[in-house]
């Protein structure tokens, strides 16, 4: 499965809004209908840390300024003010088929 | 609190073999399915392999079939990664996670193939 992730770069200024699109080749809706796209946050020199499963559920502690939607085999991350601490590489990542894929990236930066 | 300590890297030369370990506690290992994902530096995340809570099966990226075996003891919760024949182009980090929550990952640990 193909997973397409754009933009590459998105730069910001803090409070605005940031939008990230995944795409997939193929749906990624399960048998067991439901649908396996994650996102994760990675900031320099740490390791990835868990956002978002299954398209729009927040793992524990994540604040809900982040959101995601989507459906079959289009997906969207939404930021809904930008703070600081949301600037590193967002990671999408297909679960539904081995083998599992990423998304490229994308860097939120700063303006 | 969960924890998974990734150990066994280090430089090797190419064509030589790896075998990382993966070290669980905190939660029941033996009823989550496992993963291991690496980053190469500079690059984005790529999924390796996984294998099933048994260890009944697993599932390789296709440039690690053949060479790569993840491996588990419950027993000791831990995950293995065997690594053979390397090539310069698996030099990376290795994080173990658990599949297919990817709530916790490991600290990373470093694999460097180059003679």
């Known amino acids: 499965v193909l997973v397409t992730q754009t933009p590459s770069s998105l730069p910001v200024s803090l409070g605005d809004q940031a939008s990230i699109s995944c795409k997939s080749s193929k749906s990624l809706v399960h048998n067991n209908g439901i649908t396996y796209l994650a996102w994760f946050l990675q900031k320099p020199g740490q390791l990835p840390q868990s956002l978002i499963h299954t398209v729009s559920n927040r793992f524990s502690g994540v604040p809900d300024r982040f959101s995601g939607s989507g459906s079959v085999s289009d997906f969207t991350l939404k930021i809904s003010r930008v703070e600081p601490e949301d600037l590193g590489v967002y990671y999408c990542?297909?679960?539904?088929?081995?083998?599992?894929?990423f998304g490229a990236g994308t860097k939120l930066e700063l303006k | 609190e969960v924890q998974l300590v990734e150990s066994g890297g280090g430089l090797v030369q190419p064509g030589r073999s790896l075998k990382l370990s993966c070290a669980a506690s905190?939660?029941?290992?033996?009823?989550?399915?496992m993963a291991w994902v690496r980053q190469a530096p500079t690059k984005g995340l790529e999924w390796v392999a996984s294998?099933?809570?048994?260890?009944?099966?697993?599932y390789y990226r296709d440039s690690v079939k053949g060479r790569f075996t993840i491996s588990r003891d419950n027993a000791k919760s831990t995950l293995y990664l065997q690594m053979d024949s390397l090539r310069s182009e698996d030099t990376a980090t290795y994080y173990c996670t658990r599949d297919p929550t990817f709530d916790y990952w490991g600290q990373g640990v470093m694999v460097t193939v180059s003679s």
């Open positions: 990542l297909q679960y539904v088929h081995y083998p599992y894929t």
């Open positions: 294998i099933t809570n048994s260890g009944g099966s697993t």
């Open positions: 905190g939660f029941t290992f033996s009823n989550y399915y």
